[in-house]
């Protein structure tokens, strides 16, 4: 299994990056599949989850209104879609998938199975 994470990049503030993370070595479509971030100096958080059953999502409050997370099936890849992004933004953002992952765990990173290389997203002010 594979994950291959690709779209960061500098961004003014204000901006938009959109990610996209595809995965290989089996089919997705009922695996949870997230976006974490690591910022210098803080621990690695969720940014955004898509369930496969259903399509639900969960946003970190610090990033509702401003991304999307959606996933293609067909094509075992799923995407963030940053706007008006902000200096805070700056981070390493790893993409996962996880399978049986509960409602209340989507925000917890030991419930991911499989994890991406990262990429690197920064924001200048």
């Known amino acids: 299994v594979q994950l291959q994470a690709s779209g960061g990049g500098l961004a003014q503030a204000g901006g938009s990056l959109r990610l996209s993370c595809a995965a290989s070595?089996?089919?997705?479509?009922?695996?949870?599949m997230g976006w974490f971030r690591q910022a210098p100096g803080k621990e690695r958080e969720l940014v955004a989850a898509?369930?496969?059953?259903?399509?639900?999502?969960d946003y970190a409050d610090s990033v509702k209104g401003r991304f999307t997370i959606s996933r293609d099936n067909a094509k075992n890849t799923v995407y963030l879609q940053m706007n008006s992004l902000k200096p805070e933004d700056t981070a390493v953002y790893y993409c996962?998938?996880?399978?049986?992952?509960?409602?209340?765990?989507?925000?917890?990173?030991?419930?991911?199975?499989?994890w991406g290389q990262g990429t690197l997203v920064t924001v200048s002010s």
């Open positions: 996962a998938v996880g399978y049986g992952v509960i409602l209340s765990a989507m925000r917890t990173e030991r419930a991911y199975n499989y």
């Open positions: 070595g089996r089919t997705f479509s009922s695996y949870v």
């Open positions: 898509i369930r496969g059953r259903g399509g639900s999502t």
